[in-house]
């Protein structure tokens, strides 16, 4: 079982800035947090940031290349998802994904941390 928690998240000015965090615990030896994924209110969850399960590149939706940044602490299975420049319109539940080595799919999630951005 792998167990995935996200925190960090908030209430934020439009213009700002947020960092949020995840971590993987569990039987994490072949799973690692990879992933970050937005649900807002009436939408369908949809893809933010992730690192390619092949290359390990990072990989951004187009609504916020340029303003997210997506990093990891691999000592700590530490996923960090650096979100600057805000907008109403990035106001969800922000979930953590992880995955299983060498593998393109997500495996485990975690709870959602809301975060709103204030106009």
């Known amino acids: 079982q792998v167990q995935v928690a996200e925190s960090g998240g908030g209430l934020v000015q439009a213009g700002g800035s947020l960092r949020l965090s995840c971590t993987a615990s569990?039987?994490?030896?072949?799973?690692?947090?990879r992933g970050w994924f937005r649900q807002a209110p009436g939408k369908a969850r949809e893809f933010v940031a992730a690192?390619?399960?092949?290359?390990?590149?990072?990989v951004y939706a187009d609504s916020v290349k340029g303003r997210f940044t997506i990093s990891r602490d691999n000592a700590n299975n530490t996923l960090y998802l650096q979100r600057n420049s805000l907008k109403p319109e990035d106001t969800a539940v922000y979930y953590c994904?992880?995955?299983?080595?060498?593998?393109?799919?997500?495996?485990?999630w975690g709870q959602g941390t809301q975060v709103t951005v204030s106009s």
């Open positions: 690192f390619d399960w092949n290359n390990g590149n990072p």
């Open positions: 994904a992880a995955g299983r080595i060498g593998r393109p799919s997500f495996n485990d």
């Open positions: 569990g039987r994490t030896s072949s799973t690692y947090a």
